[in-house]
């Protein structure tokens, strides 16, 4: 019998290192990188229950109820 690892064990090296990886990064207020250079500031916005489940991949694939 071939035992298999779950998603979350397979990934807990990976998420460990993405945890610290933000952990470490400076919190800098929106208002500081607008006011030192709003012409190179982009803002973006992505709706991942409206882009998944309703009009991506699982809408093609039939999985939305």
Wanted: without cysteine; aromatic residues 8%.
């Amino acid at each position: 019998m071939t035992s298999h690892m779950n998603l979350a064990d397979r990934s807990l090296a990976f998420l460990t290192y993405l945890e610290d990886w933000y952990r470490q990064l400076p919190l800098v207020p929106l208002a500081t990188v607008i006011d030192s250079a709003p012409e190179t500031v982009a803002l973006i916005s992505v709706d991942m229950i409206n882009g998944f489940a309703k009009k991506g991949h699982s809408l093609v694939s039939g999985l939305r109820r």
